[in-house]
């Protein structure tokens, strides 16, 4: 009965369009990590995955352990839509397949808890994120941190969670969190008025990183508005089978921003403003939100873009003697079509020689949780980017999204390469304004 069910699913909700627009051609699987890193096995490439989705549609197979096997397996980083001559949007058929599967699947006790926890009851709850970070934070400065190391109390952990916590950052306090900015005029004469969406682990977790980013964006002469009423983006919700969830995101989040008088609205996280430029597709069959999903998603402009529109990259920042090299976030290059931005700004600091990474488009292996749920997959696809990066001899690696920076400076760890560094692109883009300030150079009124 159960497969019945979820057959009948397939056939009411996927696609069939879409599933047909395949025409099995082959220009994906230079593209797919996890068709690569499996030995070149088809069930794991986007078209293996698709011919499985229509011949459950098609009644051919049923939906059974193989077949959720290679669609968990995927990581979603959507890089086979950009090179397929059909343009078959792989990423939306790949969510309502784990959405489809994931309500119709029996959970354990421990997973049911856990997933309630995370999407219900955490990740939606702004407040709550300060907590469980504050707590982060405690443990760090309280000493419990360094007891735990000395004990040898991560050896418990498996080794990739364990080398996880060595890398996370130094988190800022409650009261830190608590005390954030609604509105920051510009420092020039303004030239936009912008409203930034701040993120759950940005404004919490990564709280340096988004005021790096609000740093610049006044720099370039932004008035900006971070209205409090915005939540998370859902993207976590909606890469795993909770969709329901990320649509109820989404209305929450559109509503936060459509009444502002802004020109757009920034992004500094490629999986958040990935998921953010899709709520039209989210919300396109509801006829109260569609119209307005179009109108929010016509706004969402990633920072590197609106940094490069302004002139940033024109004002001579130098910092000296860096060798850098960028990881491109899979969303931000593939789904936000943002990759030129974020080498130009790099390249237009003086002092810095940047050197192309080999397949630099190529998956890190973070994609959100997949790194704690499919460890050996996303280590095979982290490794094969450490060698890349070991090949630039870059001492700073540079990315534009939280997961693939924790994921890199896990890289680091992993590899034990102790002169090299990972920053978000906005970090070593404020290093240059101050570095810049700090040799007496002026500072030119940018744009």
């Not at 080794?159 to 609604?182: C, D, G, S």
């Not at 969406?197 to 008035?223: E, P, Q, S, Y």
Request: proline share 4%; hydrophobic share 40%; glycine share 6%.
């Amino acid at each position: 009965m159960k497969n019945e069910q979820l057959a009948k699913q397939f056939q009411a909700r996927m696609n069939e369009d879409e599933l047909l627009n395949c025409m099995r051609c082959g220009f994906c699987l230079p593209t797919c990590p996890t068709y690569i890193e499996s030995g070149f096995q088809e069930s794991h490439s986007p078209r293996g995955r698709i011919a499985l989705m229509k011949a459950v549609v098609d009644g051919l197979i049923e939906l059974d352990e193989d077949v959720e096997r290679s669609l968990q397996l995927c990581l979603g980083c959507r890089a086979c839509e950009p090179v397929c001559p059909s343009g078959v949007r792989y990423g939306h058929l790949l969510e309502e397949a784990r959405d489809i599967i994931a309500q119709h699947k029996t959970y354990s006790p421990i997973v049911r808890f856990i997933r309630h926890l995370v999407f219900k009851q955490l990740f939606p709850h702004p407040k709550r994120m300060r907590m469980l970070t504050a707590l982060i934070g405690v443990y760090q400065r309280s000493g419990l941190q360094a007891l735990v190391r000395k004990l040898g109390l991560l050896r418990l952990l498996p080794n990739h969670l364990a080398m996880m916590e060595n890398v996370l950052p130094n988190v800022p306090t409650w009261k830190q969190m608590n005390e954030r900015p609604t509105h920051v005029e510009a420092l020039p004469m303004r030239k936009q008025r912008v409203a930034f969406f701040r993120g759950c682990l940005m404004d919490t977790m990564f709280m340096d990183i988004n005021d790096a980013t609000m740093k610049l964006l006044r720099l370039v002469g932004c008035d900006i508005v971070i209205p409090e009423a915005q939540t998370c983006c859902g993207a976590l919700h909606g890469h795993s089978g909770e969709k329901a969830d990320a649509k109820t995101l989404a209305k929450r989040n559109i509503e936060a921003f459509e009444t502002l008088d802004v020109d757009y609205i920034i992004t500094n996280a490629g999986g958040c403003g990935a998921f953010l430029i899709e709520y039209d597709h989210l919300l396109k069959d509801d006829p109260v939100w569609a119209d307005r999903a179009k109108a929010f998603v016509a706004k969402i402009k990633d920072v590197s873009v609106i940094l490069v529109e302004l002139g940033f990259h024109k004002q001579g920042w130098r910092l000296p003697n860096q060798t850098v090299t960028y990881q491109d976030s899979c969303h931000l290059r593939n789904v936000m079509k943002t990759a030129k931005e974020p080498r130009l700004l790099l390249q237009s600091i003086a002092g810095v020689e940047f050197r192309e990474m080999k397949d630099a488009d190529r998956c890190c292996g973070s994609a959100g949780i997949y790194n704690i749920i499919e460890p050996d997959m996303s280590m095979q696809v982290l490794d094969y980017k450490m060698e890349q990066v070991k090949q630039t001899k870059a001492t700073t690696i540079v990315t534009a999204n939280p997961g693939c920076l924790l994921q890199m400076k896990l890289g680091i760890e992993r590899e034990g390469l102790t002169n090299v560094r990972a920053v978000h692109l906005v970090e070593l883009l404020v290093e240059a304004v101050e570095a810049t300030n700090e040799n007496d150079q002026p500072l030119k009124q940018i744009g």
